[in-house]
């Protein structure tokens, strides 16, 4: 009995200490973040988002999509088909299939 309210106690003790941490000095509780003013949009271009950053560049792109090729032709090899690996600029037709079909 002892050893289940000492150890009820140290589980509370911890709760409490990780329910009231937080950032030093309490800065930041419940403050908004910073914002940029005045910020001017002329274009879309200018608009700039949080996942931006993460998007793949032409040349990522073009890597990628020769290395899918690559490893398509590697595949259809073992299975008696030939594949011919495309070497052009995959970045620039990619929304070739969605133009046409849009108009």
Avoid at 68 to 88: I, P, Q
Wanted: charged fraction near 20%; glycine fraction near 10%; include cysteine.
């Amino acid at each position: 009995m002892k050893i289940t309210r000492a150890v009820s106690v140290l589980l509370t003790g911890l709760v409490v200490a990780g329910c009231s941490a937080g950032e030093p000095d309490g800065q930041g509780a419940g403050q908004e973040p910073p914002t940029v003013k005045n910020l001017t949009v002329r274009t879309g271009a200018d608009i700039r988002l949080p996942l931006d950053s993460y998007r793949l560049t032409a040349e990522q792109i073009n890597q990628f999509a020769k290395a899918s090729e690559l490893l398509a032709a590697d595949c259809m090899k073992r299975y008696g088909f030939t594949w011919e690996v495309y070497g052009g600029d995959v970045a620039a037709v990619k929304d070739a299939p969605r133009r046409s079909a849009t108009g």
